[in-house]
């Protein structure tokens, strides 16, 4: 008998999106306090996202991926709270990020 695990289907939205560079270390795997993913059984394949409905969206299995290769989909609700961008730089920042931009000094246009 064949020994093998499907994708989560049980939601629209995917959690993880693998690149290409993707090489199956599965160090985001180890790191996820939720266990989301299991190791693809394909060797040098991406992992597979079991569980995606208990993905907590807290970034760790991106800041764990040694050569950048995941990206974390959250939703869109949660994305317009929780993740901004430098206008200047198009640097992307997050909620509880390792090292966040220093804060903003400037008081905001107009003379109160």
Not at 19 to 27: A, P, T
């Amino acid at each position: 008998m064949p020994k093998f695990a499907l994708p989560s289907q049980s939601g629209p939205c995917r959690v993880l999106s693998f690149d290409d560079k993707c090489v199956g270390c599965n160090k985001c795997v180890n790191v996820c306090p939720m266990d989301v993913m299991i190791p693809n059984p394909e060797k040098g394949e991406e992992p597979i996202v079991v569980f995606a409905e208990e993905c907590w969206f807290c970034g760790g299995c991106v800041q764990e991926c040694p050569i950048g290769a995941l990206t974390l989909v959250t939703p869109a609700k949660q994305r317009i709270s929780t993740i901004w961008k430098r206008k200047e730089t198009g640097e992307e920042f997050r909620v509880g990020m390792r090292n966040p931009p220093p804060p903003v000094t400037t008081p905001p246009s107009g003379n109160r």
